[in-house]
């Protein structure tokens, strides 16, 4: 799970520049609406609906735009949108499983762009079932520790309900179950931790970590589909070492 880690901060630090350029307004935007769409337009009692509403506070979108996002998913707004939530699941280099998150409105547009960079970087797209029982569902937070003592942050998410905890320096991550990511995300924010992110997700049960050359391979697939503006999340078992996260962030 640490390569989770490793692998976030560096999507942390692409946040602005996706911003920018709006692709990242656009994921959220489509977020938005599946899970007004899913459980109604009220964040308070859509745990699922204000999680993204606090990564769109967070990523700095205008009111207005998660507004207009979450009418259009409750079927409140001018333009209703029919958006379709499908996963993805292929191999990437030295057989790395990848699981890909989509909300799309056209599948067929979906499935060949996915298929193209899973090609492209070396992997293969696979069928439906593949590698999704290497994963299992949990809801996952990443703490900053800074400020803090990294250790009893851990303990504190212990304490609250968390079922495995993992410190890599000044990064605290936290898993839970789904059903229990609430409760322990609103434990530590009382506490006055710095929860960066939090969300559902699908977490590797156990973690495969190939040599340098693949590894860096294999990060390059996972930017590339994520860059694709159809995909949500790309989730891997891929334990990424800090030679390989070196020579990716240099290249």
Known sequence: ?????????????????DAKRGQLFTRLGRELMIAAKEGGADPEANFRLRLVVDKARAANMPKENIERAIQRGAGTGK??????????????????????E???????????????????????????????WMFERKGSMTISAEGFDAEA?????????????????DTVEV??????????????LTRSFVVEDAELG???????????KTTVQNLRLIEALEELDDVQAVHSNLDISEDALAEFEAA
């Open 175 to 188: 898993y839970t179950t789904v059903e229990d990511l609430q409760r322990v995300r609103e434990a530590l």
């Open 79 to 100: 333009d209703g949108v029919v958006l379709d939530e499908v996963i993805y699941e292929g191999y990437g280099p030295g057989g790395t499983a990848v699981m890909v």
């Open 1 to 17: 799970m640490s390569g989770h880690s490793k692998w976030s901060t560096i999507k942390r630090k692409k946040g602005a520049a």
């Open 102 to 132: 989509v909300l799309t409105d056209n599948r067929n547009r979906s499935v060949a762009e996915v298929r193209r960079v899973f090609s492209r970087h070396g992997g293969n797209l696979g069928e439906s079932g593949c590698v999704g």
């Open 153 to 169: 942050i851990a303990l504190e998410a212990i304490d609250a309900g968390a079922e495995d905890v993992k410190v890599d320096g």
């Open 202 to 212: 699908w977490v590797p049960k156990t973690l495969f970590q190939p040599d340098l």
